[in-house]
């Protein structure tokens, strides 16, 4: 029994590796006649195609250049639009500037002309200078109110300073002195007005500060 089960067995695998090789032969069998079929690729295939459809070299490099061209006019229009705005405001700031100096000139000229009767009162009391002192003394503070009233209207007003707290943004210390006659940090006394023309400071007021003493 066991002799005849083993010749079955041999033969069963024969038949198998017979069955493989079968198969292998009819896969090679198929690629070759797939491959004899097919025809082979060509490597000029694309290329063709390519300049059929509009891909001259030629042609892109003529596209190109007329973009370098358009470019170059472009820059151009630039530059020239740039130097012309160079020298619009070239003249603007020329024609500014003397504006602005004709202006001082003139508002110079303003002040001048209303000073003019104020020399001239000068003057007037320089001849009468051998008048009697009253009347000098009268004189001068008619002067004196002429010219005051010449600042007013520029608008120039006097800092007040005598008996006022002491303010660092108008006032200008010269001496700290203790005392009881006046308040701790007020103006004690003037040495010289401080003047401003429409709340700007044109020059501060030179005071003596009072300190408590002790």
Not at 90 to 102: G, I
Not at 119 to 132: E, I, M, P, R, Y
Not at 141 to 162: C, G, H, S, T, Y
Request: hydrophobic fraction near 35%.
């Amino acid at each position: 029994m066991s002799k005849g089960n083993g010749q079955a067995n041999v033969s069963l695998e024969d038949q198998l590796k017979d069955e493989q090789v079968k198969d292998t032969k009819l896969k090679d069998e198929q690629n070759q006649t797939l491959e004899k079929e097919l025809p082979a690729a060509d490597p000029t295939d694309g290329f063709e195609e390519k300049g059929a459809s509009g891909g001259d070299p030629q042609g892109s490099v003529a596209t190109t250049d007329g973009d370098v061209e358009k470019l170059r006019a472009e820059r151009n229009d630039l530059f020239e639009r740039l130097a012309r705005s160079q020298a619009e405001f070239d003249n603007y700031r020329k024609r500014a500037a003397k504006e602005n100096a004709e202006y001082r000139d003139y508002a110079v000229s303003d002040a001048a002309r209303s000073l003019l009767p104020v020399v001239d009162s000068f003057t007037l009391a320089l001849k009468n200078a051998a008048a009697k002192p009253e009347d000098l003394r009268k004189g001068v503070e008619l002067i004196f109110k002429q010219l005051q009233d010449v600042l007013q209207k520029m608008n120039i007003e006097r800092v007040p300073a005598q008996g006022e707290p002491f303010d660092p943004r108008v006032h200008e210390a010269i001496e700290m002195v203790e005392t009881d006659a006046a308040p701790d940090h007020h103006v004690l006394e003037e040495l010289q007005p401080g003047y401003r023309i429409k709340g700007r400071l044109l020059r501060p007021a030179m005071v003596r500060v009072a300190k408590k003493a002790g």
